[in-house]
């Protein structure tokens, strides 16, 4: 069984689609939007032979994330997998950056890996193990514009997936994160300066097209696979090698 935070669209569906694909039973998280969260839920179970259950939770709230975990120990007992795709953020630029803007972001997309992963590994040991990964962006190794307090948020992600890899290794769970080029979902609409990304992205990258939220889904379960059991603490790269070009 594997739970996918933030997996009723985009990347998330992506990702949710991939193991569905491999018969994987599924939890999607959701923070908003009930309805989206039931096509998503309807859709992969009339195309693939597994169960789907929506889970309701604002993983920026440990509260919440506890009874996620007592949900999913009721309705599965068990967890094999668990991606920590839920994001949020305030792109604006750094003077313009306030307290509410760093506490937001800092707790969707850090504090919630933290605590989810604490309480994945905790069920994932009672069955002997299992996979978590992480998703990132390459703001979090340079510097974008509009993006101070995301691109930290996203290495402090990256961080933490090296502590968990090391400290969960010995309970059988591999930890790695996946980092994503530009990608054009639901999220990547609230850029302001979105067409001019996609645009350079197309045309400069080595691979000749953008990343599509499926590229990402084919690294994503390849880590969760024994194929990739020696694959630990790592930030995989999926940008069709636009982060290795000079500017």
């Not at 009874?67 to 003077?95: C, H, M, W, Y």
């Not at 990304?197 to 080595?206: G, K, M």
């Amino acid at each position: 069984m594997a739970l996918i935070t933030g997996g009723t669209r985009g990347i998330g569906k992506a990702i949710a689609e991939k193991f569905a694909r491999n018969g994987y039973d599924l939890v999607l998280n959701y923070a908003r939007k009930r309805t989206n969260a039931e096509n998503t839920k309807q859709e992969i179970e009339e195309k693939y032979d597994v169960r789907v259950a929506i889970m309701k939770a604002n993983v920026g709230e440990l509260d919440q994330i506890d009874q996620l975990f007592e949900e999913i120990k009721t309705e599965f007992g068990r967890l094999d997998v668990f991606i920590s795709n839920a994001a949020s953020g305030v792109q604006r630029p750094l003077l313009d950056i306030q307290e509410k803007h760093w506490d937001w972001t800092q707790d969707i997309n850090a504090k919630a890996y933290l605590f989810l992963a604490q309480k994945a590994a905790r069920l994932m040991n009672q069955s002997g193990g299992g996979h978590i990964v992480a998703l990132s962006s390459l703001g979090a190794v340079r510097a974008l514009p509009n993006y101070v307090v995301v691109g930290v948020s996203k290495a402090a992600v990256e961080a933490i997936t090296r502590y968990l890899a090391v400290e969960l290794a010995p309970m059988n769970i591999t930890v790695n994160t996946v980092s994503g080029g530009a990608v054009d979902t639901d999220a990547l609409r609230h850029f302001p300066n979105r067409e001019e990304l996609l645009e350079q992205a197309a045309r400069h990258n080595p691979a000749g097209r953008i990343v599509k939220p499926e590229d990402i889904a084919e690294a994503v379960y390849f880590l969760c696979t024994p194929a990739a059991f020696m694959i630990r603490g790592q930030t995989i790269t999926v940008d069709g090698g636009l982060s290795l070009l000079a500017e």
